[in-house]
């Protein structure tokens, strides 16, 4: 247990509207993660942070932004949700030693949007 | 183009035989490599990892094997258990260069393990 929590963990939503999914870390990590994991996709990089305010993109970011204004948050917005971003949604944090980086997942969110 | 390639999209074991599970790599600038277990409705787990330096790594009925040349790593579990039936998940990083570069990961072997 990496001490991360993801809110909320099921959501039902409608196409157009906009989604929030949020991801809170208890022990001070510099790198966290949004990924989606889809059937025959496997774990798919959405977003990612290396510290407060700095984001990068991942493979499939179209369609989505965040934000991190605070170490322990890491935010995932659907600006318009579409039927296509129905999935489950996970974050992870990163440990990293002098061989590499590991990372850590929360529970995952299942987003429909019908 | 997928960087990590985990060929087979499942697999089938018997109850106390070995589970072998295949990973390929393209870049040979990978030097970190992760295995992953994920049940269904739960986030995935960090089972057990490789550096390049070495070319096994044990951990109970978990070993990982790294082949370099041939740019492929396996994960064997000895033996299997109906437990152990899940999704795996290969990954790789440029370990100590990896800078802010994510991992990389494959798309995932299920594993079933029949009693």
């Known amino acids: 247990d990496a001490g991360i929590t993801q809110s909320p963990r099921h959501k039902v939503t409608e196409t157009g509207t906009p989604v929030t999914l949020r991801c809170h870390q208890t022990?001070?990590?510099?790198?966290m993660y949004w990924y989606r994991q889809d059937p025959g996709h496997g774990l798919r990089l959405i977003h990612y942070s290396y510290g407060v305010k700095d984001t990068d993109k991942g493979e499939v970011s179209d369609g989505y932004s965040v934000s991190r204004s605070k170490t322990e948050d890491f935010l995932l917005t659907l600006e318009s949700a579409t039927s296509s971003q129905t999935s489950v949604y996970f974050c992870a944090i990163s440990t990293r030693t002098g061989l590499g980086e590991t990372q850590y997942f929360g529970p995952g969110t299942r987003l429909l949007v019908l | 183009d997928q960087q990590v390639k985990q060929n087979s999209p499942s697999l089938s074991v018997q109850e106390g035989r070995i589970s072998i599970l295949n990973c390929d790599y393209t870049?040979?600038?990978?030097?970190?490599f992760l295995w992953y277990k994920k049940y269904p409705a739960e986030g995935p787990t960090f089972l057990i990892s490789?550096?390049?330096?070495?070319d096994k790594n044990e951990d109970g009925r978990f070993t990982v094997f790294l082949n370099k040349s041939a740019k492929h790593l396996s994960l064997h579990i000895v033996p299997s258990q109906p437990g152990d039936s899940a999704v795996y998940f290969c990954a790789a990083s440029w370990g100590r260069n990896s800078g802010n570069t994510p991992l990389v990961f494959g798309k995932g072997t299920r594993l079933s393990v029949i009693a």
């Open positions: 490789i550096s390049s330096i070495k």
């Open positions: 022990e001070n990590h510099r790198y």
């Open positions: 870049n040979s600038m990978f030097d970190y």
